[in-house]
């Protein structure tokens, strides 16, 4: 427990940093939209009701949708971009979060600012026309201070939203208080979501707190409250920024970009791979809780240097195949492809397969005498199957059903904890599992085999972008992992990660994975 | 059509009432003097320049200007709503302050009023300040636009005497807005009764107290002198009945 706080407190001044960075560009990118088009459709009926539409339409799009809509967005853009003028837009990180934010952003200021300008007593107006001010005179020494309390009750509303929803932004890839949340939720390691929960919750409420000693001040009139409060604002942002600029220092060394989609795993290998690159004098940024579909876009489209995925989800989801082919030909197939289609180099299968699996108690196992799916399929109509949410409905599951006649006495499906405990207490005999998963290991399970090779194999490889693929840091730095890592060893790291008990993060678990593995070979 | 044909002429140190019901046109006339509505057709005069070749927000700092209501400004103290047009103006930081303690003197309201926000006075403080306001910037021309309408009679009859001195004693220029004849009676040394758009009587009140020959204007006239007849009629018959 206190091990799991400092882990969080480490990364506290950079997630922070972060996250302070893609909500106040939004929220002041929002403020330099919003207010000067408030201006006009408080002037102009029918700007206002276009506007106002268009703002309220984006508002009703979910916020994790409208980050994922800008990748592929900025996808085609940088496509045309790099046709028209030889560089590419990033699609990933700083730039969709901080463009989806902003537009979020912009409704409640812009709202409350139309509202707040329209609302002025037209007497008022007609006074500052009378006593001899210009328009310009007339908007900022009287609209504006009228309006501004009810502006100002906008922009607390897009502050405390924005940087709420900024913890949506590690989703595409942008580091921020959500790598928490995400990366918690994804290892069960229920400290690290509270914790981002509360340090995001307290942000927002600082900055809300000081946007309305602003509010105050100008209502009241008083310089000195709202000068305090935009102070506090400019240095609490100034203070939160610092880790950054010490970050984006002048180093010479490669600055690699590591991917890792969101289960603990990933987690584990990105963080071994991270290590290895520092340890050879390489920068490293990491992008977590990838989509598992943006990843190798990402990959292809060079915003991620190096991720690890696997064969079976490459061969369907990429390459769009439905056969099965023996492990080896699928890996020499698919090496083939991805270069030849996407660039995309594949450096090696690590050793292991994360595969769906079926899955037994050993004793049950071995008294019953079954090692394989053809031993169970015989066994079969006396035994239930325990499955995952989606395995009965998965293509491994008909081909394995089809090759080994399985036809079980009942089948159930559960949230993967629940399985695992239902295969404990002998509810279900048979479940599908991950083949990695540490709980195999842990729970005294036996994998049963597959002789006829009928499900898919899943190796885990290293895939590398177009632009690195003869990048001699990388692939030596990275290299010596390939084959090295065992089923075996994988488990227990998955564990170490997924355990209730002596939780490790990530980082240490990558750090006892990697013991006794070869050293970088000099390039 | 709120105003059709209507030609005034305003001599320098004139006391002018324009009065009629609403939507008679009289405010839109006083409007078209300082360009807060600019007439369709026809043409405005100051020592004969024609008003329209002006900067709009120029020709209003150099004419004093008494809302309906006031308009101060809420969020502005009685100092800052005081000094407004002599800040447009330009002038320094301490003739303005100076300008505003002169001005609450003249209007007889205490120094550390301001200080105070418009909210936290009378109605009667308020038009004070607006009047104030009005002032400040030394003009020669003030338009008032209903200036006492919403006070209670005596708060109305102490100020717009008080403003009738300092029309006299400034040599202003004064053109009043109301639709209370016996008010423009008072302090106006001339009226003029609009009707639809119209000018209806263009006269002085003494006047405007003869027999009318218009029904309307005789109308209008007839309120007040059977008002003020009673009223005699109740005082003389008070005196004669009164015990001894």
């Known amino acids: 427990m206190n091990g799991q706080l400092t882990a969080a407190l480490r990364e506290l001044p950079g997630f922070m940093a972060n996250h302070v960075l893609i909500s106040a560009t939004a929220l002041a990118l929002g403020l330099l939209i919003s207010l000067p088009l408030a201006v006009i459709a408080a002037r102009n009926g029918r700007v206002r009701v276009v506007v106002l539409g268009i703002a309220g339409l984006i508002q009703t799009i979910p916020s994790l949708a409208l980050l994922a809509l800008f990748y592929p967005l900025l996808l085609a853009l940088s496509a045309l971009t790099q046709a028209t003028f030889g560089t590419t837009v990033p699609a990933l990180g700083f730039l969709p979060s901080v463009l989806a934010l902003t537009l979020y952003a912009i409704l409640p200021i812009l709202r409350n600012a139309v509202t707040g300008l329209m609302g002025v007593d037209p007497k008022v107006i007609e006074a500052a026309d009378g006593v001899g001010m210009t328009p310009r005179q007339r908007l900022l020494q009287v609209e504006v201070p009228l309006a501004a309390p009810v502006v100002m009750a906008g922009v607390r509303t897009a502050t405390v939203w924005t940087i709420g929803a900024a913890t949506l932004a590690t989703s595409v890839g942008q580091t921020s208080l959500g790598n928490y949340i995400f990366s918690g939720l994804q290892t069960e390691n229920w400290v690290f979501v509270v914790f981002g929960c509360g340090a995001a919750t307290l942000l927002a409420v600082v900055a809300d707190q000081l946007l309305g000693l602003i509010e105050a001040g100008i209502v009241r009139g008083r310089t000195r409250t709202w000068m305090f409060g935009l102070a506090g604002l400019v240095v609490g942002t100034g203070l939160a920024l610092i880790p950054l600029l010490s970050a984006g220092g002048t180093s010479k060394s490669p600055t690699y970009v590591i991917g890792a989609k969101n289960f603990s795993e990933q987690f584990i290998l990105a963080e071994l791979m991270g290590a290895r690159l520092e340890a050879a004098g390489s920068r490293v940024v990491r992008k977590d809780s990838l989509g598992s579909a943006v990843a190798f876009r990402a990959l292809a489209a060079g915003d991620l240097d190096v991720y690890v995925d696997y064969s079976g989800t490459l061969w369907t989801n990429v390459l769009g195949r439905t056969d099965v082919l023996p492990r080896a030909e699928l890996l020499s197939e698919l090496k083939r492809a991805l270069m030849q289609r996407h660039g995309v180099t594949m450096l090696g299968s690590l050793g292991f397969e994360n595969a769906y699996v079926l899955a037994m108690n050993a004793p049950a196992a071995n008294a019953s005498g079954i090692a394989s799916m053809a031993d169970l399929a015989l066994k079969a109509p006396q035994l239930t199957l325990g499955a995952d949410l989606e395995f009965l409905s998965r293509p491994e599951w008909s081909a394995l059903k089809s090759a080994y006649g399985l036809n079980f006495k009942g089948e159930r499906s559960f949230n993967p904890t629940f399985m695992y405990r239902a295969l404990q207490t002998k509810d279900v005999d048979v479940i599908s599992a991950f083949s990695s998963d540490g709980r195999i290991a842990a729970n005294n399970l036996v994998v049963l085999s597959d002789p006829k090779g009928a499900a898919p194999s899943y190796d885990a490889i290293v895939l590398l972008s177009p632009r690195r693929a003869n990048d001699a840091n990388l692939v030596s730095a990275l290299t010596p992992l390939v084959g090295a890592i065992t089923v075996e060893a994988m488990r227990e790291a998955n564990l170490r990660v997924d355990r209730d008990q002596a939780k490790a993060t990530p980082k240490e678990a990558a750090a006892a994975l990697g013991t006794g593995l070869p050293p970088t070979r000099a390039p | ?244």
């Open chain 2, 1 to 244: 059509m709120a105003v059709d044909a209507v030609s005034l002429a305003v001599p320098a140190g004139a006391f002018i009432a324009l009065v009629g019901t609403s939507g008679s046109g009289k405010t839109t006339v006083m409007k078209t003097i300082n360009r807060l509505i600019d007439p369709d057709r026809g043409v405005v005069r100051i020592g004969g320049v024609a008003v329209g070749a002006l900067d709009a927000p120029t020709l209003r700092r150099q004419i004093g200007y008494v809302f309906q209501g006031g308009g101060l400004f809420p969020h502005m103290s009685v100092g800052q709503n005081i000094g407004v047009t002599p800040r447009l103006l330009g002038w320094p930081p301490d003739k303005i302050a100076s300008r505003v303690g002169e001005l609450l003197e003249l209007v007889e309201l205490p120094q550390d009023v301001a200080g105070r926000f418009p909210a936290q006075l009378s109605g009667g403080q308020q038009q004070r300040v607006a009047v104030a306001r009005a002032l400040a910037a030394r003009p020669n021309i003030v338009l008032m636009d209903e200036p006492f309408g919403a006070l209670d009679p005596v708060t109305r009859d102490i100020l717009g005497t008080a403003y009738k001195g300092m029309h006299s004693a400034l040599g202003l220029t004064t053109v009043m807005v109301t639709h209370d004849i016996q008010e423009a009676i008072l302090l106006a040394d001339r009226i003029v009764i609009m009707r639809a758009g119209r000018v209806l009587a263009d006269v002085t009140p003494q006047e405007l107290l003869q027999p009318q020959v218009d029904p309307d204007v005789a109308a209008l006239i007839a309120v007040p002198l059977r008002h003020a007849r009673h009223i005699q009629d109740m005082i003389a018959a008070g005196v004669r009945t009164a015990p001894s």
